[in-house]
T-cell receptor, first 109, second 116 residues
Framework: LAKTTQPISMDSYEGQEVNITCSHN???????ITWYQQFPSQGPRFIIQ???TKVTNEVASLFIPADRKSSTLSLPRVSLSDTAVYYC??????????FGAGTRLTVKP | DTEVTQTPKHLVMGMTNKKSLKCEQH?????MYWYKQKAKKPPELMFV???????INESVPSRFSPECPNSSLLNLHLHALQPEDSALYLC???????????????FGPGTRLLVL
């Protein structure tokens, strides 16, 4: 399983765009990149998944460069309710999902 | 219905007790998971069930015993736990369709366990 590295924490202000980068240097050909969000005392929640280039949904965008050794989760115009831990995961079809340390995002007013 | 439910929400038990955690989903998912999460740490995978059969056991001590009675239910039986086993226990499920991508897992709210 590819190991992921993310910043431990980030601070932002309401209304700003937040970009969280994840490094996964040993990503395998079949691996997908998935991001989850977790609020305190709740289970993680799926945000977005991608394989290459760019993926966008109603919540976030995911940018993946051609070499796929990193990825960036972009949260547009964050609000206080986006304060959470964000996990980047890399893996394939096997149901063996390992969470990295995650990034603790704090959005300030 | 995209909900995974877990009971109880909170559990306090002594080291000699036997208790069970329960997880249920009605999304027709055929893969179910148990994770353990300590405070300020990421979730750690414990067990994976695929089509009601145990497919992954992450070298979890035998005092944790999983059971999958049917495709909708997942139990975790606890016996002779230690105080260091106190944590949030999360259940999750996914479709297990065998597609190319990593499947989305849907998590329950967890059971917060305290072992005295």
């Amino acid at each position: 399983l590819a190991k992921t590295t993310q910043p431990i924490s980030m601070d932002s202000y309401e209304g700003q765009e937040v970009n969280i980068t994840c490094s996964h240097n040993n990503i395998a050909t079949n691996d997908y990149i998935t991001w989850y969000q977790q609020f305190p005392s709740q289970g993680p929640r799926f945000i977005i998944q991608g394989y290459k280039t760019k993926v966008t949904n109603e919540v976030a965008s995911l940018f993946i460069p051609a070499d796929r050794k990193s990825s960036t989760l972009s949260l547009p115009r964050v609000s206080l309710s986006d304060t959470a831990v964000y996990y980047c995961l890399v893996g394939d079809i096997n149901n063996d999902m390992r969470f990295g340390a995650g990034t603790r995002l704090t959005v300030k007013p | 219905d995209t909900e995974v439910t877990q009971t109880p929400k909170h559990l306090v038990m002594g080291m000699t007790n036997k208790k069970s955690l329960k997880c249920e989903q009605h999304m027709g998912h055929r893969a179910m998971y148990w994770y353990k999460q300590k405070a300020k740490k990421p979730p750690e995978l414990m067990f994976v069930y695929s089509y009601e059969k145990l497919s992954i056991n992450e070298s979890v001590p035998s005092r944790f015993s999983p059971e999958c009675p049917n495709s909708s239910l997942l139990n975790l039986h606890l016996h002779a736990l230690q105080p260091e086993d106190s944590a949030l226990y999360l259940c999750a499920s996914s479709q297990n369709e065998g597609g190319q991508e990593q499947e989305t897992q849907y998590f329950g709210p967890g059971t917060r366990l305290l072992v005295l």
